[in-house]
C-alpha cells in the first residue's frame, strides 16, 4: 500500500509500505478520507509537537474514515462494505485512568500518529489501517467520508466543554479560532453558552466564527486592547477555553475570566517553561483544567455529524489527492485561507 511518511520537519514523502496484517478481532479499513490536524502540522513543519519529537520516519494522521475491506473471524458487527469512523486511541482498561473512566489519560495508550513513545505509533495516512473492532463506528451509507473524518477533532472540543462543566447561560471566551476553537465554539452554543467570545489574530477565522455563532470577535493582533476593555465592561467571563496553544493566551484567559471562574486549557504550549501570571490563578481562585485528546464522546461525535447536529463542513476548505499529500500540510499551514484541509485515500 502507499503511505504518507514523515522523516522531520518538512520532509513527508509517498512510499510503499506492506499491509497490516488481520487479527481474529481485527478490522482491516481502506482508508478515503484524512483531516489534516494541528499536531501533525507541528510534526510537519517543526519535527516535533511540543515534547514529542520525530525520532524514526512517522505516519501521521488519526482524523481518518473509510470502507470495511476485510474483518477477523471474531468481528460480528461489520462486515466489508460498511462506512466507520475511526477511533484513533486504544486504550489498556486496566491502568487507574481506565479504571476511572478517563480512557484518554490511560498510560499505555495506542494513539494514532504520535511520536509521544518509541517506536512511534504510527497513524492512519495510508491506505489501509488495521484497527480493533471496537474502534469503528459504523454510519450510514450516504454519509460524506471527508465530513466524518472530522468526528475526532468535534470529540475534543465535546470533550472540552464537558470538562468545563455546566455552560448554560455562561459567558465564555475562546481564545484561538483555528479548526478546534471553531469546534469549541460550536460545542459551547450547543451546551446552552449565552454569549461567546473568540479571539485571533487573523480576520478570515473571526469571520468564520461569527458565521458558525460567535457573539463577538475580537483581533488581537489589531486591537490588543479591546478585550480588556470588553471584559472590564461586564466583570469577566465565566468560562474560558485556551485552544491557541500560545502562553500570551493563557495569560488573557487568566486575566479576563472573574473571580472564581474556570479556565480549560485545550492547546498544547510550545516545549520547555512558559511565562505564566501564575499567581492570579492563586488570587482569583481560579479552577485551571486541562482537556487532553478527548474521553467517552466519539460516538457522540459521530452521532452528531451523521444526524446533521453539528454541522462541520464549514470547517471543511479542501479535499486534496493522497498524491499531493506535501501540498495538502502545506495549505493546511496557510491559516489566512484554509481551517480543515481533508486528504483523499
Known sequence: MKACVL?????????????PSLGEHDVKVHVRAGGICGSDLHYFSQGRVGDFVIREPLIPGHEVAGEVEAVGSGVAGLQPGDKVAIHPGRSCGRCRPCREGRPNLCQAVFY??????????????????????TQCHKVAKDIDLALLALAEP??????AANRAGNLMGKRVLITGAGPIGQLVLMAARRGGAAEVTVTDLLD???????????????????????????TASFGGFDVA?????????????????????????VGSLPAGPSPIIANRIMAKELDLRGA??????????????????????????????????????????????????????
Open 292 to 345: 487532553f485528546r478527548f474521553g467517552n464522546v466519539f460516538a457522540d461525535a459521530v452521532a452528531c455529524i451523521e444526524k446533521g447536529v453539528i454541522d462541520v463542513a464549514p470547517l471543511r476548505t479542501a479535499v486534496v489527492p493522497m498524491a499531493k499529500a506535501k501540498e495538502a500540510f502545506e495549505m493546511a499551514g496557510d491559516r489566512r485561507n484554509h481551517l480543515k484541509v481533508v486528504i483523499e485515500f
Open 112 to 133: 494514532m500518529g504520535s511520536a509521544s513513545k518509541f517506536p512511534h505509533m504510527q497513524g492512519g495516512f495510508c491506505q489501509f489501517i488495521v484497527a480493533d473492532e
Open 154 to 159: 468535534l470529540s475534543v472540543a465535546l470533550h
Open 241 to 265: 477555553f485556551e485552544v491557541s496553544g500560545a502562553a500570551p493566551a493563557l495569560n488573557s484567559a487568566i486575566t479576563s475570566v472573574h473571580p472564581g471562574g474556570t479556565i480549560v486549557q
Open 204 to 230: 478570515s477565522s473571526l469571520t468564520t466564527a461569527r458565521k458558525l455563532g460567535a457573539h463577538d470577535t475580537v483581533n488581537i493582533a489589531t486591537s490588543p486592547d479591546a478585550l480588556d476593555e470588553k
Open 7 to 19: 522523516y522531520g520537519a518538512g520532509d513527508l514523502r509517498l512510499e510503499e509500505r506492506s499491509t
